[in-house]
């Protein structure tokens, strides 16, 4: 037996770890917005929730935002159009484009789903230690920014 087939037996990749734990909070995620009487809201509509401004963003400002084509966030935003989370209105800084807002049903459930990885991210510091998730959560943030 190599080497490298004796560690990868007792080490699992950091992205492995991150899927899981993303699967994990994901999943408790989901539960508690169910509960909220928010079923309907998939994690793929996260590139809309994530990355929507306060009075709109147009539908080319969350494709770039999320790393998604324009095709894929329209999909998104016809889905939850239909599901009255968003609407399209005019864009007050130019008539010719349209803004993606959300509904007072999608502010309530972007305020209830913050609330809800807030209370997640607080289980977690509980479980494992304030400052080991702060220490955590540092890392991530200066790895996602590059």
């Known amino acids: 037996m190599t080497k490298i087939t004796q560690t990868t037996q007792h080490w699992t990749p950091l992205p492995a770890l991150l899927d899981d734990l993303a699967g994990d909070s994901f999943a408790q995620f989901n539960l508690r917005l169910k509960e909220t009487g928010h079923s309907s809201i998939r994690q793929g509509h996260g590139c809309v929730f994530r990355f929507i401004h306060e009075g709109g963003s147009r539908l080319t400002e969350l494709a770039e935002s999320s790393g998604l084509s324009k095709q894929a966030v329209g999909e998104v935003v016809d889905d939850l159009e239909k599901l009255g989370y968003v609407e399209r209105a005019q864009d007050p800084d130019d008539w010719r ?41 540092e890392l991530l943030e200066d790895i996602a920014a590059g």
């Open 97 to 137: 484009a349209k803004v993606i807002r959300l509904t007072e049903k999608g502010a309530d459930a972007h305020s209830t789903a913050l609330g809800i990885f807030a209370d997640i991210e607080r289980d977690y510091a509980e479980r494992y230690g304030a400052e080991r998730v702060a220490m955590l959560r």
